[in-house]
């Protein structure tokens, strides 16, 4: 019988093997499962599982042999279950001493009423230890007829009395019942004589008898009666029930197996894509706490590299298979939501759920509902709260059963932690079963947190490798020690040789500091700016002895030319200088494609340092066996306590380190303030809602009007009562009350034109205006909205549809302005290039030839302009270019940018474009703009030919590495998800095994949701609907 289909696994209970007692059956009641002993009780319908058990549960794949050790099917009153009886009985007698009693077993059940042993239970505990039949019970057994056993039974019946017959002749009247402990010891009686054993052995229980003889008749035709084989096939029929119910009851059962009440299959997985053999201490504690197996909200907290990311994945996965719930995994930053869906792609295909990407340009608002599979949104902070919105307002919330949440203290980082604070309020609002689960750094005021989360908190310090931290002042190395008086302790001094001119070079002695570990371990030194990153990357090389060139030359020398197809033969003279010695630098500088490349190369040890900024600490986990802070400051701003751990953090790398090192460098002016860095408590996390005037406030309240679930000042407030600015408006509502803080959002929004409030019997009515609606679905910035929609409907009236510029225009992010510094020169030059259509254009929205022409010319320019419109059109020139030539390198060249800020403008551009297309589909008055933007769009998130976007849509592959794969014949999506891993990794240098696998594995999961939804809309087509007229 096929169980598979439904991931319900069957577990074995084996009286030969294994008391009941260890092993308490899923069907087996939950009082006597738990046996009293202090275990607090679940919820309704829930079952859980824990591997801390001391006999974990043992469950066979649903390809191995169903009668196998089975000693009844549901407790019904099988024959094994009757053989099973029959031994306890006989055990009971021999225990007793009653060895004379010829007790009549034609019943097969043990004695009732006065004689019956205190607290005996049948199903529980009935057999202690492993046995076999004695002689006695086989008499016993012989005398109750067989008649209603199966045909093959019968004939193993008889062959049984034989062998008994036979064995009795030979051994004389003598019988022996030991009682053996799982560890092979008795328990009563003597010893057994090792000369016995043999014998022992040979001995076979009448079950495993009765299953070898079963399985070998099934494939021969007994000469038996018509009736025995009627009977057989009803009792084959009600097996056949019995297995169905309990496929029914696993289905809605939420623990399905023994690793943390997931099949043993995931288990298998883990090992098998990640290498997971087991987990550490804590995160089987975690897992275990009985708010986990409840369902209530969690707050978890642990040092960096510590393995957080691995207890939620167990939580999603139980989730998705066990409860058949969406979920949705919320990431602070692109490539972090990118490299998870890679990650999480190939236990999708295996498991059959859905993982879909929601970053950037992509996502689908509302997602497709889906109705026979589950999904994984894994997604920025910015469009999860778009995605919980949609969630909301088609009535789906509660299709979502996990919500979580990384970098949970990210609520108190400005604009985005205001965010999160939204969406995480709206869920606990809306629906009550959506449980939340939040990854945070150490807090001070994590109380603050389990207050607005309404959830428990687990703290633990464990890192797997253990870091040592130290400072370093002049050469000499201090300990951190915060016991000690001036929280340092002498630990040792420098051992390397300075010549004057290094001196002067690097006074710092970086030098003799990476040379102690590279190139055999690894290290990042963190740089207070990019240019330092460059140049501290560019001085190591310069005194590294020319061995380091020949370590891995063959993989660096790869790697170059890796980076200069994806500069379209352009590399950085810095890399190309640093790259041969196996160093780099890591920063926002780099393009994507070469971040990537980057790296992947320092993960596989190619590369064995990287001169970093600290949003590396803060993204993709690249550990080291060394990190060095080249200063305790980021720009002019010293570091803050969280800022420095978890840049510490990154020191040590779990399997392969046996220590990790931090070595923060100091001058004699900043020793005060090290101190207090380094023993300081951690930071608090404080609500970010009332920031700049009260803007996510003003974002919350429009929100919550248009999606109905406040119409009123008081539903408003009653809202804001479950937000963490609730929980801290002693603090933070100083100047104002939360409730005039409330009133005068609501009034400012009327002022905008973004709600109107209409009068009725129970006062006035709060109501979102298609200005607000389309504000709100589109995510749009409140100081932005206004000037959108103006600048929108001007474009509307002479929209120049014979070059993209003018819609380029339109979708150049407002915040990018800021950072907009024309030269005036190549501004004239660029402009002079434009046709005639396009430079009337830009003269329509505020930017005519002549005031660029002056500005060039260093003249005065006595007309007013409007200087944000001028460094707009600056930007949307620089993102033409880039749609033309789709080289980022020449680009960059031509308008004197850093390659990195042009790749930030294009992303930037692209996110807000499908920003722009979600605002226009909420006004009728812009439909001409939708099916445009919803191309542009497209072409801004790849930017390359159009033969390459299917490839560049699979998660991780860039420009360079489509270029590969379509000139290999890969060509589609289609021959991308049937590509066999070795064939690719052979076929494509540079592409490891592993990185095949992943790419695989996306493809396959992108044609699976392209599929489902294209199947989805046939079904809804094919449905007849339900309002139908009927006769």
């Known amino acids: 019988m096929n169980v598979g289909r439904l991931d319900v696994k069957i577990k074995r209970v084996c009286s030969r093997k294994r008391s009941r007692d260890g092993l308490k059956t899923r069907l087996t009641p939950v009082p006597k499962r ?350 999860a709260h778009g995605l919980i919105n949609s969630l909301i307002e088609i009535g789906r919330l509660g299709d979502l059963g996990l919500l979580v949440v990384d970098e949970l203290h990210m609520l108190g980082d400005g604009s985005r932690g205001a965010v999160i604070e939204m969406t995480l309020a709206k869920v606990q609002y809306v629906s009550e079963t959506t449980q939340i689960i939040g990854m945070s750094a150490t807090l001070g005021n994590i109380k603050d947190l389990q207050t607005f989360l309404r959830a428990e908190n687990y703290t633990n310090d464990f890192r797997p490798v253990e870091l040592k931290e130290y400072v370093k002042l002049k050469d000499t190395i201090y300990e951190v020690n915060p016991k000690e008086e001036d929280c340092f302790r002498f630990s040792r001094l420098l051992n390397y040789k300075y010549s004057s001119a290094m001196q002067k070079i690097d006074p710092d002695h970086i030098i003799a500091l990476v040379t102690e570990v590279i190139p055999t371990h690894s290290c990042l030194v963190f740089c207070p700016t990019k240019k330092n990153c460059e140049n501290v990357a560019g001085m190591i090389c310069k005194y590294l002895k020319k061995d380091f060139l020949q370590h891995r030359e063959a993989e660096k020398a790869a790697l170059l030319r890796d980076l200069r197809d994806s500069g379209s033969g352009s590399v950085c003279p810095v890399l190309r200088r640093t790259v041969p010695f196996g160093l780099a630098y890591h920063h926002s500088g780099l393009t994507t494609e070469e971040r990537k490349l980057v790296e992947e190369a320092y993960s596989s040890g190619v590369l064995c340092l990287l001169a970093c900024t600290s949003t590396l600490a803060a993204g993709i986990n690249l550990p080291a066996r060394r990190v060095i802070l080249r200063s305790p400051y980021l720009a002019a701003d010293f570091l803050k306590r969280s800022q420095y751990k978890q840049m ?181 030059r660029q402009f002079t290039l434009l046709s005639a259509a396009e430079q009337k254009m830009s003269a329509a929205v505020g930017v005519p030839e002549s005031f660029v022409a002056r500005k060039a010319a260093g003249q005065t320019v006595k007309k007013t302009v409007n200087l944000q419109v001028v460094r707009r059109m600056y930007l949307a020139l620089v993102l033409i270019s880039l749609l033309k030539e789709t080289n980022i390198w020449s680009v960059a060249d031509r308008f004197q940018l850093s390659r990195g800020f042009v790749q930030t403008l294009l992303s930037s551009s692209a996110a807000f474009c499908s920003c722009v297309l979600h605002f226009t589909e909420e006004l009728e008055e812009f439909w001409p703009l939708r099916a445009l933007l919803t191309e542009m769009t497209r072409r801004l998130s790849y930017c390359v030919k159009a033969e390459l976007i299917p490839l560049m849509e699979v998660a991780g592959v860039m420009e360079s590495r489509a270029k590969q794969l379509f000139n290999a014949g890969y060509k589609t999506l289609t021959h991308l998800a049937n590509a066999d891993p070795a064939v690719l990794s052979k076929t494509i240098e540079n592409l490891y095994g592993k990185q095949a696998n992943l790419i695989v594995a996306s493809a396959k999961m992108l044609v699976n949701e392209k599929a489902a939804v294209l199947q989805e809309e046939v079904d809804e087509l094919l449905l007849p609907p339900a309002d139908l007229p009927q006769l």
């Open 648 to 828: 510490v953090g990154r020191a040590g790398r779990a399997g392969i380190d046996s220590v990790g090192e931090s070595i923060l460098i100091l001058q004699d002016k900043d020793r005060t303030l090290a101190q207090t860095l380094v023993s300081a408590p951690m930071e608090n996390c404080y609500s970010n809602l009332l920031l700049d005037d009260g803007k996510g406030l003003l974002s919350l309240i429009l929100s919550l009007i248009g999606l109905n679930m406040t119409s009123s000042l008081d539903q408003v407030q009653d809202f804001l009562r479950g937000t963490l600015l609730s929980v801290q408006q002693q603090q933070l509502c100083v100047r104002r009350s939360l409730q005039e803080a409330v009133h005068q959002s609501v009034e400012l929004l009327k002022e905008k034109q973004l709600v109107t409030a209409a009068d009725d019997c129970r006062g006035p009515t709060l109501r979102v205006t298609q200005l607000g609606r389309a504000t709100y679905k589109g995510s749009v910035d409140l100081t932005y909205s206004d000037l959108l929609y103006k600048d929108l409907s001007k474009g509307l009236e002479g929209l120049l549809l014979n070059s993209c510029l003018h819609l380029v225009y339109l979708v150049t992010p407002y915040d990018m302005i800021p950072q907009s510094q024309p030269d005036w020169m190549i501004y004239y």
């Open 34 to 383: 738990r046996g009293g002993v202090g275990t607090p009780p679940c919820p309704a319908g829930r079952r859980t599982s824990s591997i801390m058990a001391d006999t974990p549960a043992v469950y066979c794949s649903d390809s191995e042999d169903l009668f196998g050790d089975y000693d009844s099917i549901l407790e019904d009153s099988s024959v094994l279950a009757k053989l099973d009886d029959a031994e306890q009985d006989e055990r009971w007698r021999a225990a007793r001493g009653d060895a004379a009693d010829e007790r009549d077993f034609t019943a097969l059940r043990p004695p009732k009423g006065p004689d019956r042993r205190p607290g005996e239970d049948v199903l529980t505990d009935s057999i202690l230890t492993d046995s076999v039949l004695t002689d006695s019970i086989l008499d016993a057994l012989a005398d109750e007829p067989f008649e209603e056993l199966p045909a093959s039974q019968l004939q193993f019946q008889e062959e049984v009395e034989g062998k008994v017959k036979r064995s009795r002749l030979q051994a004389g009247d003598k019988t022996s019942t030991p009682f053996r402990s799982p560890r092979g010891t008795s328990e009563s009686g003597p010893e057994p004589n090792p000369e016995d054993e043999p014998k022992s052995r040979a001995r076979r229980s009448v079950a495993e008898q009765l299953k070898r003889t079963m399985l070998g008749n099934a494939a021969a035709t007994p000469a038996v009666s018509r009736t025995a084989v009627m009977k057989e096939a009803v009792v084959s029929e009600e097996i056949s029930v019995a297995m169905r119910a309990m496929e029914t009851v696993s289905a809605v059962t939420p623990d399905l197996g023994p690793f943390f009440g997931l099949p043993s299959r995931v288990k298998d997985l883990m090992y098998k894509l990640r290498g997971i053999n087991s987990l550490y201490d804590w995160q089987e504690t975690c897992l275990n706490l009985d708010c986990v197996q409840q369902r209530r909200n969690l707050i978890y907290s642990l040092p960096t590299s510590g393995g957080k990311t691995l207890v939620a994945e167990i939580l999603i996965l139980r989730e998705l298979l066990c409860r058949r719930k969406d979920c949705l995994f919320v990431l602070p930053y692109i490539s972090l939501v990118q490299e998870k869906v890679r990650g999480l792609a190939s236990f999708g295909l295996e498991l059959d759920f859905m993982v879909e990407e929601y970053a950037g340009s992509k996502g689908r608002f509302p997602p497709v509902k889906r109705s026979n599979k589950r999904s994984l949104y894994v997604a920025t902070i910015e469009k």
